[in-house]
């Protein structure tokens, strides 16, 4: 699966964005997907999970309520919607494919980042 992200931007606190990932391969509408990012100096960071078919959902605390991921296996696109970003959201972000959850989240398929900038 390769996987192709877009629509990183800069944006004011308080702005929205939302960003897209689009996989290649059948496969793709059979794997979890999910977004992670890593700040400046910074681990990267789960944000969000999709099980395979959009029935199930997870985030990362520091997300909930503003991000919202989901999915379109007829188009292989998995999808980011940022609201009411923050500064301490400034990341680059990454789409992954097939996710394991075990004492941390992981991934098989990365694709290349995007930056979302977020200013004060």
């Known amino acids: 699966v390769q996987l192709q992200a877009y629509g990183g931007g800069l944006v004011q606190a308080g702005g929205s964005l939302k960003l897209s990932c689009v996989g290649s391969g059948r496969s793709f509408g059979n794997f979890g997907v999910g977004w992670f990012r890593r700040a400046p100096g910074k681990e990267r960071e789960f944000v969000a999970a999709n099980n395979w078919n959009g029935g199930r959902t997870n985030y990362a605390d520091s997300v909930k309520g503003r991000f919202t991921i989901s999915r379109d296996n007829a188009k292989n696109t998995v999808y980011l919607e940022m609201n009411s970003l923050k500064p301490e959201d400034t990341a680059v972000y990454y789409c992954?494919?097939?996710?394991?959850?075990?004492?941390?989240?992981?991934?098989?398929?990365w694709g290349q980042g995007t930056q979302v900038t977020v200013s004060s």
């Open positions: 992954a494919a097939d996710l394991q959850h075990g004492s941390t989240w992981k991934a098989n398929y």
